[in-house]
């Protein structure tokens, strides 16, 4: 398939590889910002095939897995009611809430949906006058922009019954956080290279020179993720800390200016809490005053509630790097992709759910597993 077969062939694989091993004199701990890179690295097991001092961190960008739980049960409560229609990406389905999640929400008698776009959560609005329809609105600076282009539509169009539960997040703050943690062990990003296609590439040479790491813009697919690995370790080891494209087929330095727009029209920055991270400055968008209106929360004004995260839980650690998924004690035996106990061992961008589906306990996944959302 054009663009996806030569970005996994295995001969050049072993090329990067090996150019890879001839650089590296010393040991070095790289991030890769997004989960779907985690899966590329496990599932290919890339990890295990990098010299021994080459560590790969796991970084926070699973947008299922940050989405506070405060907004999970707010999710919950507003899905409950029996006015609404409530739409989500199914991967949002089975992450625990406090006490239950949407799916059982809907075998409640709920009315969730799972869409495959926030503008068909618009046409149910309209095909639904008498019903208030609610989209999910969660996840980085690549779900950001059609978000936003509903809650544009809705109201150019006048469909007064929908509305976003925002829980958006922004990767550069993400990267700041990390590197002023005091455990932080990280000395150099693969950045997700989706992020730079909307975004561009501005916001990261300012990081690069303040922590003085290297940050290159990374692909997905095997060989995206090992040419990625290789600039950065050069410049490793030649000392240097600048913003590289190693991912220009989908990259520009200026990224989308249209989804760029559309985000400055409709969304503003505020502080967002990152599910076991905490709240980070800066690094979310809410709906802007113009669209207060479409704002589920403010429509809805479900405050007061009491959240309660499994204590056996350590997503919070896998999170920030500071803990292998196979390293908590829940792993693969209470909590499994059929029994989660964290939204990273849900999300098809966890990194619980990477481990367990692709090697850890050495039996292969059930089909159920191995397909752990609807
Ligand atoms: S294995 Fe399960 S309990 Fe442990 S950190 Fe991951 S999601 Fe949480």
């Given at each position: 398939?054009?663009?996806?077969?030569?970005?996994?062939?295995?001969?050049?694989?072993?090329?990067?590889?090996?150019?890879?091993?001839?650089?590296?004199?010393?040991?070095?701990?790289?991030?890769?910002?997004?989960?779907?890179?985690?899966?590329?690295?496990?599932?290919?097991?890339?990890?295990?095939?990098?010299?021994?001092?080459?560590?790969?961190?796991?970084?926070?960008?699973?947008?299922?897995?940050?989405?506070?739980?405060?907004?999970?049960?707010?999710?919950?409560?507003?899905?409950?009611?029996?006015?609404?229609?409530?739409?989500?990406?199914?991967?949002?389905?089975?992450?625990?809430?406090?006490?239950?999640?949407?799916?059982?929400?809907?075998?409640?008698?709920?009315?969730?949906?799972?869409?495959?776009?926030?503008l068909d959560a618009l046409?149910?609005?309209?095909?639904?006058?008498?019903?208030?329809?609610?989209?999910?609105?969660?996840?980085?600076?690549?779900?950001?922009?059609?978000?936003?282009?509903?809650?544009?539509?809705?109201?150019?169009?006048?469909?007064?019954?929908?509305?976003?539960?925002?829980?958006?997040?922004?990767?550069?703050?993400?990267?700041?956080?990390?590197?002023?943690?005091?455990?932080?062990?990280?000395?150099?990003?693969?950045?997700?290279?989706?992020?730079?296609?909307?975004?561009?590439?501005?916001?990261?040479?300012?990081?690069?020179?303040?922590?003085?790491?290297?940050?290159?813009?990374?692909?997905?697919?095997?060989?995206?993720?090992?040419?990625?690995?290789?600039?950065?370790?050069?410049?490793?080891?030649?000392?240097?800390?600048?913003?590289?494209?190693?991912?220009?087929?989908?990259?520009?330095?200026?990224?989308?200016?249209?989804?760029?727009?559309?985000?400055?029209?409709?969304?503003?920055?505020?502080?967002?809490?990152?599910?076991?991270?905490?709240?980070?400055?800066?690094?979310?968008?809410?709906?802007?005053?113009?669209?207060?209106?479409?704002?589920?929360e403010y429509r809805f004004?479900?405050?007061?509630?009491?959240?309660?995260?499994?204590?056996?839980?350590?997503?919070?650690?896998?999170?920030?790097?500071?803990?292998?998924?196979?390293?908590?004690?829940?792993?693969?035996?209470?909590?499994?992709?059929?029994?989660?106990?964290?939204?990273?061992?849900?999300?098809?961008?966890?990194?619980?759910?990477?481990?367990?589906?692709?090697?850890?306990?050495?039996?292969?996944?059930?089909?159920q597993e191995a397909s752990?959302?609807?």
């Open positions: 398939m054009k663009y996806l077969d030569e970005f996994q062939d295995p001969g050049l694989a072993r090329r990067l590889l090996d150019e890879i091993r001839a650089t590296v004199t010393r040991p070095w701990a790289l991030m890769e910002v997004c989960g779907g890179q985690t899966h590329t690295i496990i599932r290919h097991g890339i990890d295990q095939l990098l010299p021994d001092n080459v560590e790969l961190i796991h970084g926070p960008g699973c947008p299922v897995c940050v989405t506070p739980l405060e907004v999970i049960d707010k999710a919950l409560e507003i899905a409950a009611r029996p006015d609404v229609i409530f739409c989500s990406f199914g991967d949002m389905l089975r992450v625990p809430g406090s006490d239950r999640d949407l799916f059982q929400v809907r075998s409640r008698g709920g009315d969730v949906r799972v869409v495959y776009s926030p046409k149910i609005a309209q095909q639904n006058p008498h019903r208030q329809v609610v989209f999910f609105g969660i996840g980085f600076e690549t779900t950001a922009p059609p978000n936003a282009m509903t809650v544009h539509q809705a109201r150019k169009l006048g469909i007064p019954n929908f509305s976003l539960l925002v829980s958006h997040v922004r990767v550069p703050p993400a990267i700041e956080a990390i590197m002023q943690s005091p455990s932080c062990r990280v000395q150099a990003f693969l950045a997700a290279g989706h992020v730079c296609s909307v975004m561009g590439i501005r916001e990261y040479p300012e990081l690069a020179e303040r922590f003085r790491v290297p940050i290159v813009v990374t692909g997905f697919e095997p060989l995206d993720i090992l040419e990625g690995i290789r600039r950065t370790v050069r410049q490793l080891e030649r000392g240097e800390h600048t913003v590289d494209n190693a991912y220009p087929r989908a990259v520009r330095p200026e990224g989308n200016p249209a989804a760029q727009a559309m985000l400055a029209d409709v969304f503003e920055v505020t502080d967002r809490a990152w599910r076991g991270i905490g709240t980070i400055p800066a690094s979310g968008w809410r709906l802007s005053e113009r669209y207060r209106d479409y704002d589920a004004s479900v405050e007061g509630l009491t959240t309660r995260e499994p204590a056996a839980c350590r997503s919070g650690e896998v999170l920030q790097g500071l803990l292998k998924p196979h390293e908590c004690e829940a792993f693969g035996t209470t909590c499994t992709p059929r029994t989660p106990l964290g939204a990273t061992m849900v999300s098809s961008e966890g990194a619980c759910a990477a481990y367990y589906l692709y090697r850890r306990l050495g039996t292969p996944p059930t089909p752990p959302v609807a």
